[in-house]
């Protein structure tokens, strides 16, 4: 094996460090043992393929006070596990108190979600081997009862992720689920009753013979139409672009530019600041040059959306191929300079491929010029673990995204951002409108500083995690916002400004014809 680039190496880091100005050096600090995040993920009667590279963590605020909660999949050593955010930067776990605490199963790709409409984040929970997945329903009152028979989703399919949108436009959320070398070529599509009951409409509306071996689906719209459309990421050279005809059907208009190899976590975001969404899949990236089985080894790839849903790929001109064996990613303005940076974990116990037992996870810090420089250890996040699932968060309301790392068969770890919020910042969360409570697919838009920044609400996934659903935009040295524009589900838009830099909205939506709330806003902490 060859040895590690030098710019791991704790010289190239100490050295990038001094090269940058004072206000550069904001970095990160792990505080998972100072949060309670004191858990590991493990199985009683060890490892599996399966079991290898599944688990996960899902966000969202689950008891509607402001803060991003946190369902972390456990494995079957103990319990699953509901961290319950403290706002002080610590969590309490309350998973057996909210009657979420499952046993005994191989789980993942947890997934918070409105399925009923009632302004609550309900919870869906994939499994991977003989245990059925759940569908718990938010009462309301800190607990959460089984839904999964009154849900009708097949309870006994095999599930790696899950992401929510709403797919038909009739204002509640629908389900795409994943499954990676499954029995049964089913189920991946579930068509939202309005009270979340759900009828399987995959044979219906989508080319299922692309479908096998997916890993990671986000319901996003590439083309700017106002249809959510489906990018997903799978393995084998099966990643696909599945284009919205209306509610209709999807069709698959997918290019040999989508060439990963082996597509496992994804992100979606306006990395170039052009207006349209833009697509970062995982890969495997090997740095000895040797397939040492039957994967890829040509790395990550970026897809630009050139307008209208057609991709380049611009991962070499980017700089983020390098990132060893590749799992959950997300996008976020880590340093608030207003250009978003891509962060992923990866990793992979392969006995034959010993080079990815302690890979390190990567920090592609976007430069604004549409490249990126890798800064992970540079910046504290020195994580060699076996990453799989990731959140990118604003824990503490400070005004910077923090991360999880959900390693697999291992203890996560929880990096505080310190001095990504020395430069300014917006946090936008959506209520309304109707059953699609979080403003589900909805575009936001501001521009502050001469620049305008697209953010699309998502309850999506990263592979086997998700982040919250909400919008966070970077300002740089703008301290006010000039306009915030979101254009909702349907197509009507709620335009305020001038605003405030420095603060986090709840804008509710406006007035429907068939009678969701008036719009207006209000701040929250």
């Not at 303005?333 to 962060?343: K, T």
């Not at 300002?475 to 001038?498: F, I, K, R, S």
């Amino acid at each position: 094996m060859l040895a590690r680039p030098v710019l791991d190496t704790a010289l190239s880091t100490c050295l990038l460090l001094l090269a940058m100005p004072a206000a550069a050096q904001w970095t990160f600090v792990d505080v998972t043992v100072a949060a309670g995040l004191t858990y590991e993920h493990g199985y009683v009667d060890g490892l599996t393929e399966r079991r290898g590279i599944v688990g996960g963590v899902a966000a969202g605020d689950y008891d509607n006070d402001g803060l991003v909660d946190l369902y972390a999949i456990r494995g079957d050593i103990g319990p699953n596990l509901l961290f319950r955010n403290m706002g002080d930067g610590t969590f309490e776990e309350v998973g057996a108190a909210a009657g979420v605490d499952l046993t005994g199963q191989v789980g993942s790709g947890p997934l918070f979600a409105d399925f009923d409409g009632d302004g609550r984040l309900d919870l869906f929970v994939g499994e991977v081997e003989d245990a059925p997945l759940t569908v718990f329903r938010n009462l309301g009152d800190g607990t959460f009862e089984d839904d999964t028979a009154r849900s009708q989703i097949a309870s006994q399919i095999q599930t790696f992720s899950a992401s929510a949108g709403d797919y038909d436009l009739d204002g509640d959320l629908d389900l795409f689920l994943t499954f990676w070398n499954s029995d049964i070529l089913a189920g991946f599509l579930w068509r939202n009753r309005g009270d979340g009951v759900f009828d399987d409409v995959s044979d219906a509306v989508l080319p299922m013979d692309d479908l096998d071996l997916t890993f990671t689906g986000n319901f996003t719209d590439v083309d700017d139409d106002g249809w959510p459309d489906l990018l997903v990421a799978s393995d084998f050279g099966n990643s696909q672009v599945l284009m919205n005809r209306q509610a209709s059907f999807f069709e698959s208009v997918t290019t040999p530019v989508i060439s990963d190899e082996n597509g496992m976590g994804a992100s979606v975001g306006d990395y170039d600041n052009d207006g349209d969404l833009d697509w970062f899949v995982t890969s495997i990236w090997d740095p000895d040059g040797d397939p040492e089985g039957n994967w890829g080894i040509t790395g990550n790839r970026l897809y630009r959306n050139d307008g209208g849903g057609a991709f380049s790929d611009v991962t070499d001109v980017a700089g983020v191929r390098h990132g060893y064996w590749g799992w959950g990613s997300c996008f976020a303005d880590f340093d608030n300079d207003g250009h978003l940076d891509i962060f992923h974990v990866n990793g992979f116990t392969n006995p034959f491929a010993e080079e990815f037992h302690e890979d390190p996870s990567r920090l592609y810090v976007g430069s604004g010029d549409g490249t990126f420089t890798e800064q992970s250890v540079a910046r504290g996040i020195d994580d060699t673990g076996q990453g799989r699932g990731v959140v990118c968060f604003d824990m503490e309301r400070d005004g910077d995204v923090d991360i999880l790392v959900a390693n697999n068969s291992q203890a996560p770890r929880l990096f505080r951002n310190d001095g990504g919020n020395d430069q300014h910042f917006l946090g936008v969360r959506l209520s309304g409108p109707g059953t699609n409570s979080q403003g589900i697919g909805a575009k936001v838009r501001v521009t502050a500083g001469g620049v305008t920044q697209l953010r699309e609400i998502r309850a999506g996934s990263n592979y086997v995690s998700q982040d919250p659903a909400e919008a966070h935009f970077g300002l740089g040295a703008a301290a006010t916002v000039d306009q915030l524009e979101v254009e909702w589900p349907g197509g009507e838009t709620t335009v305020l400004g001038p605003l405030a830099s420095d603060q986090i909205l709840t804008v509710a939506a406006p007035l429907f014809e068939d009678g969701f709330e008036s719009g207006d806003t209000s701040g929250w902490s």
